[in-house]
């Protein structure tokens, strides 16, 4: 909000910028920065899920749960399960541990196998 003189003409003491307005911008430069990351991050657990519910033939808020367990069980980062998913779909790799975890995960939710993996005995 602008202060104004008596006369009607703005105070410069109010309207200029002090030394704080490179900060400000560069703070702002970061939250942009941040919002811009969150996007991409959240496009690619978004085609994570996805993958899973195509592959795994489930709901879309069941993919959404079983990228959180795999996650949490793994003790790796949401963002970074879904990079690997889309890793493995593009190339057939998975890390055991997560692809275990995602199976377990899987089996509970309905009765399906993530291709590729080796058959029930």
């Known amino acids: 909000m602008r202060r104004h003189h008596e006369s009607g003409t703005p105070d410069p003491e109010v309207t200029m910028p002090t030394d704080g307005g490179a900060d400000r911008i560069l703070q702002l ?3 942009v920065q941040q919002l811009k990351d969150a996007v991409v991050s959240h496009a690619v657990v978004d085609q994570a ?3 899973v519910v195509a592959l795994g033939r ?3 808020d069941q993919g959404w749960t079983v990228l959180k367990e795999v996650s949490q ?3 790796i980062k949401l963002r970074n399960v879904a990079d690997l998913i889309l ?3 593009r190339t057939g790799l998975l890390p055991a541990e997560v692809r275990t ?3 377990e995960v899987l ?3 309905g ?3 993530i291709p590729g993996a080796p058959p029930e005995g």
């Open 58 to 60: 489930v709901s879309p």
């Open 87 to 89: 890793v493995w779909g």
């Open 101 to 103: 975890v995602l199976e």
């Open 73 to 75: 069980r793994t003790n």
């Open 111 to 113: 009765p399906t196998q």
């Open 107 to 109: 089996d509970r939710l």
């Open 29 to 31: 430069e970061e939250e």
């Open 49 to 51: 899920i996805g993958m």
